[in-house]
C-alpha cells in the first residue's frame, strides 16, 4: 500500500507553535503518514441516534381531580351531594375549588360561604 507524507506535519509526526511546545500531529496521529485510501475530508455529521435533539415536548401534569386539603374535600362533597344544581354547574364549582386551593393553598371561610351559596336550593 502506498503512503503519502502527512499534508500538516510533512511527514514527521509532530507539529509545534512559536512558544516551543511539541505534540503529536493530529492528522496522521503521529505516524507522519497519509493514507492513500484515506479520505481527504473526514465526515464528522453526528450519526448517531443519541446525538439527535429531542423534541421539546413539556410533560403534560395531569389534572388534579379532587382537592387537596381537608376543607376543599369537604367542601366538594358537599357539592356533589347537592340534588338543587346540575352536574354541569357540579363540575364547575369542584374546579373552582381546586383552583382556588391551588392559588390560595387552603378555602377560606369567605370562599366556603360563597360556593354553599351557590348550592343552596
Known amino acids: ?9 510533512g511527514g514527521d509526526g509532530t507539529i509545534s ?4 511546545l ?3 500531529c493530529p492528522t496522521c496521529h503521529g505516524t507522519g503518514k497519509r493514507g492513500a485510501d484515506s479520505p481527504l475530508f473526514r465526515d ?9 435533539r429531542q423534541p421539546n415536548k413539556a410533560v403534560v401534569a395531569e389534572k388534579k381531580q379532587w382537592p387537596e386539603t381537608h376543607e376543599g374535600g369537604k367542601l366538594a362533597t358537599e ?5 338543587s ?6 363540575a364547575r364549582l369542584v374546579r373552582e ?3 382556588y ?4 393553598a387552603l378555602c377560606t371561610q369567605t370562599f366556603q360561604k360563597k360556593v354553599r351559596k351557590q348550592i343552596r336550593p
Do not use: D, L
Not at 2 to 9: F, H, K, L, R, V
Not at 44 to 52: A, D
Open 79 to 83: 357539592v356533589r351531594a347537592s340534588s
Open 97 to 99: 375549588i381546586i383552583e
Open 1 to 9: 500500500m502506498a503512503y503519502e507524507p502527512c499534508g500538516i506535519c
Open 22 to 24: 511539541t505534540n503529536k
Open 85 to 90: 344544581v346540575s352536574e354541569e354547574v357540579k
Open 44 to 52: 464528522v455529521t453526528k450519526t448517531k441516534p443519541e446525538h439527535h
Open 17 to 20: 507553535n512559536s512558544f516551543g
Open 101 to 104: 386551593e391551588e392559588s390560595h
